[in-house]
């Protein structure tokens, strides 16, 4: 099967089964009005990434594919570098897009977790890649009458020493009172980088940016659905001694996080390269026609609400798009909420 790389790609959905409950917002935005939460909350966009989970080794999770074909967008990417990412861009950073795009509805609070900066990826795993990430906020429910929320950062006074103590006894509302609370609503946006420990509340549903990979370092053994976590699946392979040494205990107050963390969106962007060198994200809104030009630089596009065309193709919510570095100008019209994502800024 031959692949126009001058043209929009369509992939496929790519689910991931998680170890927390939800995606009947996921499901909704399809069209599927009445379908139940699962073990499937995640749907993973533009992914050349297979999901890690203990036990479904077996099973490969999360690669997106081209649509009508058994060709992945990682498969078409090794076989045309050059035009799908752009010469400077496999230059400085390989064949690799450094992109992982997820939408996440969560019915369950989320296990509290840790992620890997770059630098401490590189050392522990090899990998050229950290998992910062960003959450931007499009919707929610309440669960048993409570609001969605986020839990993010370390209050002042959290040491390695308190911390360990306390995922030692398994204390999950001390581990909870040990970060910030904050309600969030429809257009919030935050930058979590590696290191800062969070955990999504129930009742989220939001896009997640991040660095293309899987690791997540756990400190509850057991999740709010009451599904018991691997020591694997805790600590990734690293051991519970060395994973403490992953957790930034710098501790603030909700006002500095908020200040050095939560981006207020400016014009098209949500997250610009002046907040994160990682990755990109613009919000679009398609009120009629607009012209979309490449600039010889890959992006992905998924419609999160409304119905038009894309390049004269019938687009609807729900639709994802690879948008590769040789792509000719097309354009979108309609009516229709569309986000666009980018990887690493080019420039090393």
Same mark, same amino acid.
């Given at each position: 099967?031959?692949? @126009? +790389?001058? *043209?929009?790609? *369509? +992939?496929s959905r790519a689910g991931a089964w998680r170890t927390y409950f939800g995606g009947s917002l996921i499901e909704k935005l399809h069209g599927n009005e009445n379908a139940p939460d699962t073990n $499937?909350?995640?749907?993973?966009?533009?992914?050349?990434?297979a999901a890690r989970n203990s036990g479904r080794e077996h099973i490969v999770e999360g690669l997106s594919m081209v649509e009508g074909s058994d060709i992945s967008l990682e498969r078409l990417? *090794? @076989? @045309?570098p050059y035009e799908c990412l752009g010469k400077e861009y496999v230059k400085n950073h390989g064949k690799t897009p450094g992109v992982l795009v997820k939408l996440i509805d969560s019915s369950e609070r989320l296990t509290i977790q840790v992620h890997l900066t770059k630098e401490k990826a590189k050392e522990v795993?090899?990998?050229? $890649?950290?998992?910062?990430e960003c959450w931007h906020i499009i919707g929610g429910r309440e669960i048993n009458g409570e609001k969605p929320c986020i839990y993010f950062g370390f209050k002042k006074g959290i040491t390695r020493e308190k911390w360990k103590e306390i995922f030692d006894n398994q204390d999950i509302p001390k581990m909870l009172?040990?970060?910030?609370?904050?309600?969030?609503k429809e257009g919030d946006t935050f930058l979590i980088e590696g290191g800062i420990p969070h955990a999504i509340g129930a009742g989220c549903f939001l896009v997640e940016v991040q660095e293309p990979t899987d690791f997540t370092i756990r400190t509850e053994k057991t999740t709010p659905g009451g599904l018991c976590v691997s020591d694997f699946m805790c600590h990734q392979g690293l051991g519970f001694d060395k994973m403490f040494d992953l957790f930034d205990y710098t501790g603030y107050t909700k006002e500095e996080i908020l200040e050095k963390w939560y981006i207020k969106q400016k014009d098209e962007t949500l997250i610009g390269y002046n907040h994160t060198k990682m990755f990109a994200l613009d919000m679009l809104f398609i009120n009629g026609e607009k012209e979309i030009c490449s600039n010889n630089k $890959?992006?992905?596009?998924?419609? +999160?609400?409304?119905?038009?065309?894309?390049?004269?193709?019938?687009?609807? *919510?729900?639709?994802?798009?690879? +948008?590769?570095?040789c792509c000719d100008n097309f354009k979108i019209s309609g009516n229709m909420k569309i986000i666009r994502f980018y990887g690493p800024k080019e420039e090393v």
């Open positions: 099967m031959s692949i @126009n +790389l001058k *043209k929009p790609v *369509k +992939l $499937f909350p995640e749907e993973w966009i533009m992914s050349t990434v990417i *090794k @076989n @045309n795993f090899d990998s050229p $890649f950290g998992k910062t009172d040990c970060m910030h609370k904050f309600e969030v $890959f992006s992905g596009i998924y419609v +999160l609400d409304g119905e038009g065309t894309i390049d004269g193709k019938n687009a609807k *919510k729900g639709d994802q798009y690879f +948008l590769a570095a």
